[in-house]
């Protein structure tokens, strides 16, 4: 069942869900012995680590944003499995202290395809254009990206997923999209304008 991407006091219920657990195990060991109190130094980087603060999402309609807090490991033009198609691979090294949301890099229709990668999902835009989400390295426990009900629309910039232990991640991109960051740049969750999609030619 998946925990709900609500928050209270800026963490998930997931993650208040783990911090329960250290301090209901703290007052288990304390009963044993009295060095137990150093497991509730767990609990501040614990909050650190869930944190998820509201962000200010810029307005920008055929922007894409990034989807979590990190760094751009590359970017480059290579074939999309997912898609089937020539795309632009932007990867990303998820900041282990980052906000502990994913949040849509665009506003459109969440569509999944059968295809290369567990764990992607699929945005498209009422235009057509179509990102994909992909985990490249770490864990997602067993999520997609998006927790969206396929066929459902979702926000630009708004929360659809947890990131967990995922430590890179990938987002494809149409050919023709217009990349605004450049490699080792830090981007923001639901803030970075990563590109701009631009308009396609009328056939």
Request: proline fraction near 5%; charge should be positive; glycine fraction near 8%.
């Amino acid at each position: 069942m998946r925990t709900s991407l609500n928050t209270i006091i800026g963490i998930p219920v997931e993650g208040w869900v783990v911090i329960a657990g250290t301090v209901a195990t703290w007052r288990l060991l304390l009963l044993v012995h009295e060095a137990a109190w150093g497991l509730l130094a767990l609990v501040p980087l614990q909050m650190l680590f869930f944190a998820d603060r509201n962000r200010a999402v810029p307005s920008k309609p055929r922007g894409v944003l990034s989807p979590v807090d990190g760094r751009i490991v590359h970017r480059r033009e290579c074939h999309d499995p997912m898609l089937d198609r020539e795309a632009i691979r932007v990867s990303i090294r998820v900041s282990l202290w980052g906000a502990y949301s994913l949040r849509s890099p665009i506003e459109g229709e969440h569509v999944r395809f059968s295809g290369v990668g567990d764990r992607s999902s699929v945005v498209r835009t009422d235009e057509g254009d179509e990102i994909v989400i992909r985990m490249r390295s770490g864990s997602l426990l067993g999520a997609l990206p998006i927790w969206t009900p396929v066929g459902d629309r979702i926000g630009q910039g708004r929360r659809c997923g947890l990131r967990r232990l995922v430590r890179e991640l990938d987002l494809y991109l149409p050919a023709n999209a217009r990349v605004e960051v450049a490699a080792d740049a830090r981007v923001r969750s639901g803030q970075t304008v990563i590109a701009t999609l631009l308009r396609k030619n009328p056939a």
